[in-house]
């Protein structure tokens, strides 16, 4: 790793891979579509909306890419299942890339939030990424091909707001097993990133209220970067990125209590 640190490891070429990438019909979703395009990959769209999805599909086939939008909703487990299925007979050919990006938050106090709300979260951002894993490892593991990606947060790694962080602890917590049983079986070949940004400009957190000198030292991420700086770590299969930089520094040293006084909850 230290060696990382000096010399860039190449990146890989990923013109002719077929990635899935979930939650695609706006914010981070979108621009990994046109990101993962312009590295010349071919990518199939799946978001619980359709008109948006549709969207998105329009403008990576402006930019002369190939897209495929099916409608799904990643918490629906049959709805899974039947969709990638029905990916593998369009296509005739496997996923080799899964982006799991699809996520939400009810961003209300641990009492002040429905029942429902709170099961959404954690269907969205954690129980999704069993289901998708389930229905595209097999093929990745067969060929000793592939690559998955969990977009999760720098709040899977510290925590402020309730449902929203219970359900990205998890989701970091369902890759980093992923990734060890990986690592176990000795499938070098199917690689993992885990990406934890800091807040961004998507809108998905527009009632956040951060406290003011918070603001100041880390303004929220542009999209664009936040995209970006992925992908260039998922063109190096590194396993971890924090976006940015600097919030590695915190993850590791903040003790939880600090992490509370810092910031005041989604509202
Ligand atoms: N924005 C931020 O500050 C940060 C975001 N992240 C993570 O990045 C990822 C993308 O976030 P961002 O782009 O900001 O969010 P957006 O809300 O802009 O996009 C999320 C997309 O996921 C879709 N989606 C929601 N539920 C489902 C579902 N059940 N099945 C399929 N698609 C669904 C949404 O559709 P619809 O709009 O119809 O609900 C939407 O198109 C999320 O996992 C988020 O947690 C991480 C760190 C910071
Ligand atoms: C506490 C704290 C921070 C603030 C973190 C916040 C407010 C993160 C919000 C993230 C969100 C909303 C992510 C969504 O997925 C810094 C500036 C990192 C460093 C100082 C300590």
């Known amino acids: 790793n230290s060696v990382r640190v000096v010399m860039r490891p190449r990146t890989k070429p990923i013109d002719g891979e077929l990635v899935l990438i979930t939650g695609s019909g ?17 990518v199939v769209l799946w978001d619980i909306n ?14 002369g890419g190939k897209a495929h939008t099916y409608t799904v909703d990643v918490t629906n487990r049959e709805d899974v299942y039947r969709n990638a299925e029905l990916v593998r007979k369009d296509l005739g050919r496997d996923v080799t890339m899964l982006v799991n990006n699809a996520g ?23 129980h999704a ?31 402020t707001a309730c449902d929203y962080c219970a359900s990205k602890f998890a989701a970091v917590g369902f890759h980093e097993s992923l990734a060890h049983e990986l690592l ?6 199917v690689k993992t990133t885990l990406v934890c940004p800091y807040i961004v ?23 664009q970067y936040c995209v970006e700086q992925a992908m260039n770590a998922i063109l190096i299969d590194q396993p971890l990125v924090c976006i940015p930089r600097l919030t590695y520094l915190y993850t590791f040293i903040l003790t939880r209590d600090y992490t509370v006084f810092l910031c005041t909850s989604i509202a």
């Open 201 to 223: 400009d998507t809108g998905m957190f527009e009632g956040c209220k951060i406290r003011e000198e918070v603001e100041l030292l880390l303004p929220p991420l542009e999209p």
């Open 184 to 189: 176990t079986e000795e499938f070098e070949g």
């Open 50 to 63: 359709g008109t948006l999805n549709e969207q998105t599909a329009k403008l990576v086939r402006e930019m």
């Open 26 to 42: 706006g914010g981070l979703g979108r621009l990994f579509a046109q990101e993962f395009t312009k590295h010349g990959a071919e």
């Open 129 to 159: 990424l069993f289901w998708t894993v389930k229905a595209f490892l097999p093929q990745m593991k067969a060929q000793n091909h592939g690559h998955i990606i969990t977009i999760a947060s720098i709040l899977g790694l510290f925590s």
């Open 104 to 126: 939400v938050v009810a961003g209300e106090r641990m009492l002040d939030c429905p029942d429902e709300l709170i099961e959404r979260t954690m269907k969205v951002n954690c």
